[in-house]
């Protein structure tokens, strides 16, 4: 693009930067402006009518990039390894775990490419995912497929992180008179407040709260599982998988799509586009290793001495094992307040980085009225349209605290689709690799495999959700 029709800053919403035609005056936009779009067969320029910005050029380095990359992946989901390896046994659990790793960071390599050949094809760049699937798929595939899929499940992330951070906060302040909802509402507040930042890249700081919380909890997690094995006698453990055929089967479903999950990003368009500066691809790679060489040495140890530890008695959670395992306690009280403090921490910031991508699908349409906006009148939008969101998501987390099993079933349908098999179809119809050759083949292989995966995992959520559907009531007091 040339400079003289472009101004090459970046415009302050959500997770993205954009590049608008104007006239050749610099401005910091404060207000959200949505990006343009562009697809094989249609291209389309809206030019919004909030006359505000006010952003420099995306001054991320690799090492922020690290930041949003590793408090996008890991998360308290971690807890849940030892139990996943329990249904499957040292062998396939460990192997699947590493597998995962492997094939996400390939499809996140590939996502990389296909974005700056987007880019370079189209003499723009693609803003968020939606973006870059109707540069690579089309505009009809990514208005009805992939683009709902991400909203709904940043959406069911963020309510997600709600429910546990209500439940973190009601396991610090255990002994208080108040019920789950209303620990939920003051999750909710905090994130509420938060969620007014304007941009991913403002996230940074916070993000780098988050990877240190994380390293931190996995650590402490660890030692509690080395004393607790060390305590316990290891010949009276249990290695074998429990349950009958049928729960056998189910339990290798639910395992399988719990570790290939673990490594789920589904904002990295946004994180490389709207945050890194040039190289961005060179920067994004880089980001990429550093988050893997973070979330690997946090969850390999979690799954192996928390299986190690307590076999298949390993919990959902191994914090239960670890604090109320047989009437035992194998940390001190304290821990167990830093340790949901810590849990809080990643949870919070989690929540906000999730909901970037949902706030400009809601924001975008706002923004393009015929009467020009103000400054204040922008900023006042943004104020109103969070603050609805936010009391939305709270009040549905409230209403339902068992959405991780609901939640389950839309990972399966959302996170195994847009981390595994998306990229590589985007690469596929990009690139065009060579029929017959051997990373064509690679690529059919995996999208194969991961199909297949997402598949199973939807029929174990719906499996649970049929087992515990005698359990859930409305404001449920957990």
């Known amino acids: 693009m040339s400079s003289s029709n472009v101004i090459d800053v970046p415009l302050a919403i959500p997770q993205i930067s954009a590049y608008v035609t104007t006239p050749p005056k610099r401005y910091n936009v404060i207000a959200t402006s949505p990006p343009k779009y562009a697809s094989d067969d249609v291209e389309k320029e809206k030019t919004p009518t909030s006359s505000i910005s006010l952003e420099k050029p995306p001054k991320g380095t690799w090492l922020h990039a690290g930041y949003h990359l590793t408090s996008g992946a890991s998360g308290p989901q971690v807890l849940s390894l030892p139990f996943a390896i329990a249904s499957l046994g040292w062998g396939p659990g460990l192997a699947t775990l590493c597998l995962g790793g492997l094939v996400s960071f390939y499809a996140y390599k590939l996502q990389i490419k296909v974005i700056e050949r987007a880019a370079e094809e189209s003499g723009?760049?693609?803003?968020?995912?939606?973006?870059?699937?109707?540069?690579?798929?089309?505009?009809?595939?990514?208005?009805?497929?992939?683009?709902?899929?991400?909203?709904?499940?940043?959406?069911?992330?963020?309510?997600?992180?709600?429910?546990?951070?209500g439940q973190a906060l009601k396991a610090i302040f255990e002994g208080q008179e108040l019920s789950l909802y209303q620990f939920t509402i003051v999750f909710g507040c905090m994130h509420m407040l938060l969620s007014q930042l304007p941009s991913l890249h403002s996230l940074r700081?916070?993000?780098?709260?988050?990877?240190?919380?994380?390293?931190?909890?996995?650590?402490?997690?660890?030692?509690?599982?080395?004393?607790?094995?060390?305590?316990?006698?290891?010949?009276?453990?249990?290695?074998?998988?429990?349950?009958?055929?049928?729960?056998?089967?189910?339990?290798?479903?639910?395992?399988?799509?719990?570790?290939s999950n673990v490594y789920g990003n589904v904002i990295t368009v946004e994180i490389q586009v709207s945050t890194i500066r040039q190289p961005a691809a060179r920067n994004m790679m880089r980001g990429l290793l550093l988050c893997y060489v973070v979330v690997i040495s946090t969850i390999l140890p979690v799954a192996v001495t928390g299986y190690w530890a307590f076999g298949n008695i390993s919990n959902g959670n191994i914090l239960q094992n670890i604090f109320s395992e047989g009437g035992k306690q194998y940390m001190p009280s304290w821990s167990?307040?830093?340790?949901?403090?810590?849990?809080?921490?990643?949870?919070?910031?989690?929540?906000?980085?999730?909901?970037?991508?949902?706030?400009?699908?809601?924001?975008?349409?706002?923004?393009?009225?015929?009467?020009?906006?103000?400054?204040?009148?922008?900023?006042?939008?943004?104020?109103?349209?969070?603050?609805?969101?936010?009391?939305?998501?709270?009040?549905?987390?409230?209403?339902?605290?068992?959405?991780?099993?609901?939640?389950?079933?839309?990972?399966?349908?959302?996170?195994?689709?847009?981390?595994?098999?998306?990229?590589?179809?985007?690469y596929l119809c990009v690139?065009?690799?060579?029929?017959?050759?051997?990373?064509?083949?690679?690529?059919?292989?995996?999208?194969?495999?991961?199909?297949?995966?997402s598949f199973m995992g939807c029929v174990a959520s719906v499996q649970q959700l049929v087992m515990d559907a005698k359990k859930y009531h409305l404001f449920a007091n957990l």
Not at 132 to 153: C, D, H, K, N
Request: aromatic residues 12%; charged residues 10%.
């Open 124 to 165: 723009r760049v693609p803003q968020t995912f939606r973006d870059l699937s109707m540069q690579a798929i089309g505009e009809r595939w990514s208005t009805y497929l992939v683009a709902p899929l991400q909203f709904i499940v940043c959406f069911a992330t963020v309510v997600s992180c709600i429910v546990l951070g």
């Open 205 to 259: 700081h916070l993000n780098l709260c988050a990877l240190l919380a994380s390293i931190s909890y996995c650590a402490l997690v660890v030692y509690g599982c080395i004393s607790a094995g060390s305590t316990r006698d290891l010949r009276n453990h249990e290695y074998s998988i429990k349950g009958t055929h049928p729960q056998k089967m189910f339990g290798v479903f639910n395992a399988v799509s719990i570790l």
């Open 336 to 426: 167990f307040i830093l340790l949901n403090i810590l849990i809080l921490v990643q949870l919070i910031v989690t929540s906000v980085m999730y909901s970037q991508p949902t706030f400009t699908v809601l924001e975008e349409p706002l923004y393009y009225s015929k009467k020009p906006m103000t400054m204040w009148q922008g900023i006042l939008l943004r104020l109103a349209s969070r603050c609805i969101f936010t009391v939305f998501a709270t009040l549905l987390a409230a209403m339902l605290p068992y959405f991780g099993s609901i939640n389950a079933l839309i990972g399966a349908l959302g996170y195994t689709p847009l981390v595994f098999v998306v990229p590589k179809i985007f």
């Open 431 to 453: 690139f065009k690799p060579r029929s017959g050759g051997l990373e064509r083949r690679l690529i059919y292989f995996t999208l194969a495999i991961f199909s297949a995966i």
